[in-house]
């Protein structure tokens, strides 16, 4: 077993998935804030079930933009951005206050999830909305500000998508970019476990409970200690 604990999450209450039986598996849960899914209910749902299982609870941010599942770019204004990612962290902080547990970190969501990844201003406007939550994203310059303004940072490693040779995830519209097999997103997991603090298994793909089961598995059987996202620092 490794002394580095290691974290498996998953997005849920965006109402496609099944979030209890996945709340028995991950470690973290990103719960959708209500802008591109998910609802008041489906967020308490979702802070009650891991308040009673220790599964550490994280705010999903995203674009103001349930047609498209936030999954499309959206040119917003600084100010408008900030306050969009302050109300979500909020609304969801409220809640989960009430269910008993607390928002531990912060992760942005689908296409603003890669958009700081590079945009220096709507990465500055995520951090200026979520106070000092930690973040969780993939190198970029999300992460690279956090930890110049002295914030927690946490690498993420994704078993069930491919990778381009430039690091990022390969779009989802190409061939290849999603796996679908619970072996190979397994043995992924571990490959990746090393060099991240938190795997992610996306909880909008079919199979996505067993999917995250085998990884579980998996990591478990490498010597990995699985341990929810929290503050303060574990490493």
Sequence with gaps: MTDRPLDLNADLGEEVTDDA???E???SANVACGYHA???ATMRAVCEGAAARGVSVGAQVSYAD???FGRVPVDVAYEILR????HQVGVLAEIATAAGTAVRYLKPHGALYHRVLDDEEQAAA???GSGVLPVLSMP???LDQAAGSGRRVLLEGFPDRAYDADGRLRPRREPGAVLEDSAAIAARAVELAPGVHSVCVHGDTPGAVAHARAVRS???AAGWRLEGLAVPPQD
């Design 21 to 23: 039986a996945l709340l």
């Design 25 to 27: 598996v991950v470690t």
């Design 38 to 40: 998910g609802s008041a």
């Design 66 to 68: 349930r047609p498209n």
């Design 83 to 86: 306050e969009q990612v302050a």
């Design 126 to 128: 995520v951090l200026a």
């Design 140 to 142: 970029g310059e999300l």
């Design 218 to 220: 998996a990591l478990e």
